[in-house]
């Protein structure tokens, strides 16, 4: 949500993820050319309880002016992990960086189109795009904490975690789980392969396969995302889902994959979307009908021929 409380911030169940970035910390318009989306960004913050702190002493060196930072949000019983630097000043860019053990995340603002050489975990050269959401999952990837993606009436979903594992294999060992879809591997090569699609296709891309879990209870009850398929020299977008055996026919699979096209769309700007389903799998068939996909073919992937469906968004 722009301008707003964000969307299901509050509406999970208590002890479940919310926002985690308690302050931002402005180090931008320090020669009296802040943006006028400035402001807006700053009532947004204010709106989902995030405070601003101001970077004083624009003249002084970098450790400087980061310990002042850092008496600030000590004095608003803040922790630096909790915290996002939002900069222009190339020097304090780098200093925080480099104070790892703080784990303060930092965006850096190229004013005027201007290329940083600085490392950071973001480079923006606007506002108008961000919000309090935009900076709460740059803070998330700093420290490692999985984004909550959406939430539906009965469901919320968010990216895995190594922590999400122990679960996960109780949900695969649910009947006909692994009927039409491939087992999980041995815990230490499913350790090694969760970490490693955290670091690259969530890093990279912002998307990926997510869980799903009961808004109310918290348990994880499915899996539910987008994934890239190779289709010869084209690369598709393709809906992936799974639900637990006690929740099927239930309406839970139509219900979250509805939200993820939504999210697609409004959030992803895709424009499109496949299926790839075994034909054997008459659920999976149906929940692509109730959700409006049209068949589009076949494709032939390692000797099993897949029904290929497409929808646009």
Not at 91 to 101: P, W
Not at 280 to 308: M, P, T, Y
Request: charged share 30%; net charge negative.
């Amino acid at each position: 949500m722009r301008n707003g409380r964000v969307a299901g911030s509050g509406a999970y169940r208590e002890g479940t993820p919310r926002l985690t970035l308690k302050a931002v910390v402005f180090d931008i318009g320090r020669t009296g050319q802040e943006e006028p989306e400035a402001e807006t960004l700053k009532a947004d913050l204010a709106a989902n309880g995030i405070i601003n702190v101001m970077a004083a002493e624009p003249d002084a060196p970098p450790r400087a002016r980061y310990a002042s930072v850092k008496e600030a949000l000590d004095a608003a019983g803040i922790e630096r992990g909790a915290a996002l630097l939002l900069t222009e000043d190339e020097r304090l860019a780098d200093y925080v960086m480099r104070e790892k053990e703080d784990g303060m995340a930092v965006v850096f603002y190229e004013r005027g189109g201007r290329r940083t050489k600085e490392r950071t975990d973001l480079a923006v050269q606007g506002l108008a795009e961000t919000d309090a959401l935009f900076f709460d999952r740059v803070q998330k990837r700093r420290q490692g904490i999985p984004w909550d993606i959406l939430c539906t009436e009965r469901m919320y979903v968010r990216e895995i975690a190594l922590a999400d594992l122990d679960e996960l294999y109780g949900l695969y060992e649910g009947k006909g789980i692994t009927d039409y879809t491939e087992p999980l591997f041995e815990r230490a090569e499913e350790e090694a392969y969760t970490r490693s699609y955290i670091d690259c296709m969530y890093r990279f891309y912002g998307y990926g396969m997510w869980i799903v879990r009961d808004r109310f209870t918290g348990e994880l009850i499915g899996r539910v995302g987008i994934e890239h398929r190779e289709m010869g020299d084209a690369v598709c977008m393709e809906l992936g889902y799974i639900i637990a055996s006690d929740r099927q026919n239930k309406g839970y699979a139509t219900e979250v994959c509805r939200a993820v096209l939504d999210y697609a769309k409004e959030e992803l700007e895709m424009r499109e979307m496949h299926c790839f389903i075994d034909p054997r799998n008459h659920a999976s068939i149906r929940v692509a009908q109730k959700l409006g996909f049209a068949r589009a073919g076949v494709w032939e992937e390692q000797g099993s021929v897949l029904l290929h469906y497409q929808k646009d968004l």
